[in-house]
């Protein structure tokens, strides 16, 4: 019995040696999976997850594992952050691996991307200490290359947010004279004829005559009769109201020498009940609630009429403060303020820009496509109108156009400055920010200017830059440019992302190859071969990235280089 158990405790001694003593084996690549492989390129940043199987009885129940991921590129490592697995005998706080039944391990990594890491490997480096020593097991490669789509996103190519100009060539306006008539009665009164308000109308109109800059386009006439009394005289009174006042404007065009006029038309309403009610609602009539409830429940103007005498109590004063403002014809003349022609503005500008407003100073910067020109003349708004931030903002824009993104910071931070509750600023140091990847910044900036009616490019290109590839391709919405199609590149929504590059309206190098790399992912040779060839022809740097970029890997594309 004693040979049998010494015999047992022998055998498992030698176990329990054999179990903690031996050193860890070499690993194995098929030990090892990536996710994704190869990497690919989610930011700013290089991201993967490796995860190990690790097979029974091999993970020595004595024994520490440090994992370091390790990105060699170009003779360049980039070490991400170790990992650190135990066995079941040792004290510590890393995951424990079983010996007898193995193990799961997992080692998330992450890189600043760069472009060299286009060709690059990703190893695993391994270091073990173990009773009291310390030994290294040979490095095993589990991932080849990175893919750099997402890299493409470019904030220098977002147009910042212009503070509109609001010129307008063609002003509507509108010059409107009342002539009052007794109750019951159509004949024009002198005091009526030379009241303030038509002698200012008639002034209006003369001022048409001759002037190049001024068109009277309409002279409209609208005649009441107040809603007292039978309805059918009232339809007769203002139709003879609109008469005389028609026959009157008539004589006078022809005294005043106004042949160019448009048209001259005339209207008439029996009984002016929405200016009734105007009126009313204006008054402090004691019973005007009531008044206005019995226009609510009778439409027949015959019946309202009624109900309205019969409220003896306020007739008396609607009689007397009301009504007598309902007897009326109006006349409106419709002048056109014809300003500036496109040719006159920019003289001008070459000869004397004081003599243009700031709308019209904003407006001759966007009759030109030289950006150069558009500074210069943005940069005469801010030396002549220095206080309207949008001379300052849009400055700034085409100072980032240029990249020169130091002056556009601070033409933008002045524009802030005076802006009050305008966003355009913002939103442009919003990008600046994203151009020297201060997202926080960026954030804070965007955050500011929401609801501006041009954040989305900015937004979008923001969550590209941050990662977040689904809410970049909703900030951008229905927008055409390659900021927009590579988010819907990065999303899989390869039908929009077709769709969104051939709608740009200036396609540049990117543009064919952002196309070529759809070509790539949809599995059609010719389109991709056909748009890297332009792509290629438009930007030859572009055929070294073409040779490295892993989106090729399935393709021979030496005949598009």
């Not at 990847?437 to 941050?466: M, P, W």
């Not at 590579?486 to 929504?493: R, V």
Request: hydrophobic share 40%; glycine share 4%; net charge negative.
């Amino acid at each position: 019995m004693n040979q049998k158990l010494c015999l047992v405790a022998a055998v498992s001694a030698t176990l329990m040696l054999s179990s903690c003593g031996k050193k860890l084996a070499p690993m194995q690549a098929e030990y090892f999976s990536t996710n994704p492989n190869p990497l690919e390129v989610v930011g700013q940043k290089v991201p993967a997850t490796v995860t190990g199987k690790l097979p029974a009885k091999y993970f020595v129940k004595n024994a520490v594992l440090t994992v370091t991921p390790v990105l060699k590129y170009n003779g360049t490592e980039v070490a991400s952050q170790s990992y650190t697995f135990q066995g079941e005998k040792v004290r510590g706080n890393n995951p424990t691996v079983s010996y007898e039944y193995g193990g799961t391990i997992t080692i998330p990594a992450s890189y600043i991307y760069v472009p060299e890491m286009a060709k690059s490997d990703l190893e695993l480096m391994f270091s073990v200490e173990q009773g009291g020593k310390q030994y290294v097991l040979p490095s095993v490669k589990v991932a080849n290359g990175v893919i750099a789509t997402a890299a493409l996103a470019d904030a220098a190519t977002v147009n910042p947010s212009l503070g509109a100009d609001a010129f307008q060539r063609i002003i509507s306006q509108k010059y409107a004279a009342d002539i009052k008539f007794l109750i019951n009665q159509a004949n024009l009164r002198a005091g009526e004829l030379n009241s303030d308000a038509m002698e200012e109308l008639r002034k209006q109109i003369l001022a048409t005559a001759g002037d190049s800059t001024l068109e009277l386009t309409e002279i409209n006439i609208n005649s009441y009769a107040s809603p007292d009394g039978a309805y059918d005289f009232n339809q007769r009174l203002a139709e003879k109201r609109k008469d005389v006042t028609e026959d009157y404007m008539q004589n006078q065009l022809k005294k005043d020498k106004i042949k160019e006029f448009g048209e001259l038309t005339a209207n008439f309403t029996a009984e002016d009940w929405e200016g009734f009610k105007t009126l009313v609602e204006k008054s402090d009539i004691q019973d005007k609630n009531l008044i206005l409830e019995v226009l609510k429940m009778y439409q027949d103007p015959e019946e309202r009429e009624r109900e309205i005498h019969n409220m003896s109590n306020v007739f008396e004063q609607l009689a007397e403060e009301i009504l007598p403002q309902l007897r009326y014809s109006r006349i409106t003349a419709a002048i056109n303020v014809i300003g500036k022609s496109d040719a006159e503005i920019n003289h001008l500008y070459d000869t004397d820009p004081s003599k243009l407003n700031v709308e019209e100073l904003l407006y001759a910067a966007t009759l030109t496509d030289d950006n150069a020109r558009r500074m210069a003349i943005y940069k005469k708004a801010t030396e002549l109108y220095p206080n309207d931030y949008r001379t300052w903002n849009d400055l700034g824009m085409t100072q980032y156009v240029a990249r020169d993104y130091k002056s556009a910071k601070n033409s933008f931070e002045k524009a802030t400055r005076l802006a009050g509750t305008a966003t355009e600023p913002k939103v442009n140091l919003g990008l600046i920010d994203v151009l020297d990847n201060n997202f926080s910044g960026a954030k804070q900036y965007f955050g500011s200017a929401a609801g501006d009616s041009n954040i989305n490019e900015a937004l979008g290109v923001y969550y590209l830059k941050t990662g977040d590839n689904v809410a970049a391709a909703r900030a951008f919405k229905d927008a055409k440019s390659n900021n927009a199609a590579l988010s819907q590149i990065l999303t899989k929504d390869y039908t929009k992302a077709k769709q969104t590059l051939a709608g740009i309206s200036k396609p540049d190098a990117t543009t064919y190859y952002l196309m070529a790399v759809l070509g790539a992912r949809t599995n059609n040779e010719s389109m991709l071969l056909n748009n890297l060839r332009q792509a290629v022809r438009l930007d030859s740097s572009l055929a070294k990235v073409a040779q490295n970029d892993l989106e090729f890997a399935n393709f021979n594309i030496s005949k598009a280089l």
